[in-house]
T-cell receptor, first 114, second 109 residues
Framework: NAGVMQNPRHLVRRRGQEARLRCSPMKGHSHVYWYRQLPEEGLKFMVYLQKENIIDESGMPKERFSAEFPKEGPSILRIQQVVRGDSAAYFC????????????FGSGTRLTVV | KQEVTQIPAALSVPEGENLVLNCSFTDSAIYNLQWFRQDPGKGLTSLLLIQSSQREQTSGRLNASLDKSSGRSTLYIAASQPGDSATYLCAAEGNDMRFGAGTRLTVKP
């Protein structure tokens, strides 16, 4: 079991470009969560998805950010027209079901906006 | 809204000491509480998961306790080693998983 796989590990984008972050959950896990960690800060919840459904996006900025978890393939966190303030580590976690097994985290994608 | 607080924010101890990291949460209606370790520039490694019906979990030199009624959890590390140096995060899972800001631990040789 390869665990939660995130790619790329590091991503550099110029201001105004788009960033696409991918997350493949652990085998057998159908729940995916995205978190953002700003430098020297804690993890902040962004969005919770199940296959083809967004369950909770209360932590997502209202503009430029979107997430999906299609029937086939990884979950994608998409940031349009990136700004310097988007520079952060973005972590994905997965679980087999809610509220029972805890979360398994990926190694994260470190986004740098220049 | 769940708020998770960790005290202290940073801790520096000599090797061999036993130490306690504290975590408090405001909403006791949680399903579980999870402790993680994060090394600089790295991801999160799960250390211990305590279900809401449990009082504690142990793994090697680590012991975590949970008191839902008082909204507290502690992580006890016995005989600390320099390799234990990292940031320790606690997270309470209710409708979603909320994290504390972490305790940055340094164990000096």
């Amino acid at each position: 079991n390869a665990g939660v796989m995130q790619n790329p590990r590091h991503l550099v984008r110029r201001r105004g470009q788009e960033a696409r972050l991918r997350c493949s959950p652990m085998k057998g896990h159908s729940h995916v969560y995205w978190y953002r960690q700003l430098p020297e800060e804690g993890l902040k919840f962004m969005v919770y998805l199940q296959k083809e459904n967004i369950i909770d996006e209360s932590g997502m900025p209202k503009e430029r950010f979107s997430a999906e978890f299609p029937k086939e393939g990884p979950s994608i966190l998409r940031i349009q027209q990136v700004v310097r303030g988007d520079s952060a580590a973005y972590f994905c976690a997965s679980s087999p079901r809610r509220a029972e097994w805890g979360y398994t985290f990926g190694s994260g994608t470190r986004l740098t906006v220049v | 809204k769940q708020e998770v607080t960790q005290i202290p924010a940073a801790l520096s101890v000599p090797e061999g000491e036993n130490l306690v990291l504290n975590c408090s949460f405001t909403d006791s209606a949680i399903y579980n509480l999870q402790w993680f370790r994060q090394d600089p520039g790295k991801g999160l490694t799960s250390l211990l998961l305590i279900q809401s019906s449990q009082r504690e979990q142990t793994s090697g030199r680590l012991n975590a306790s949970l008191d839902k009624s008082s909204g507290r959890s502690t992580l006890y590390i016995a005989a600390s080693q320099p390799g234990d140096s990292a940031t320790y995060l606690c997270a309470a899972e209710g409708n979603d998983m909320r994290f504390g800001a972490g305790t940055r631990l340094t164990v000096k040789p």
